[in-house]
């Protein structure tokens, strides 16, 4: 499996930024994809997921309705929307998936293969 995302980049506070994750290797029938990301000195945070088998999607509470994921199963690559960036969003974005079944926790879903990092910069 390999995951490449892009996208990342220097934008001001209140912008937009669209970040990409095409899969290679992994059938989206059977996983669910995602994305986190780290800002230096803290942990990395899980922020947004998405099953397109169920059309399943969650998004953590500093994200809710600023960002936006979705996929193009044909493309298999999964997108998210940035919008209102604010400084706080700075940090490396990294897509992952995860092996989904109907019912489990996309909030506390393991990840099963990380994509490297792209860098995400919002300035003041």
């Known amino acids: 499996v390999q995951l490449q995302a892009s996208g990342g980049g220097l934008v001001q506070a209140g912008g937009s930024l669209r970040l990409s994750c095409t899969a290679s290797?992994?059938?989206?029938?059977?996983?669910?994809i995602g994305w986190f990301r780290q800002a230096p000195g803290k942990e990395r945070e899980g922020i947004s997921w998405?099953?397109?088998?169920?059309?399943?999607?969650y998004y953590a509470e500093s994200v809710k309705d600023r960002f936006t994921i979705s996929s193009d199963n044909g493309k298999n690559t999964v997108y998210l929307q940035m919008n209102s960036l604010k400084p706080e969003d700075t940090a490396v974005y990294y897509c992952?998936?995860?092996?989904?079944?109907?019912?489990?926790?996309?909030?506390?879903?393991?990840?099963?293969?990380w994509g490297q990092g792209t860098q995400v910069t919002v300035s003041s």
């Open positions: 290797g992994l059938d989206f029938e059977y996983y669910a």
């Open positions: 998405i099953s397109s088998t169920y059309d399943i999607t």
């Open positions: 992952a998936t995860t092996f989904y079944r109907y019912g489990d926790s996309l909030g506390e879903a393991i990840v099963d293969h």
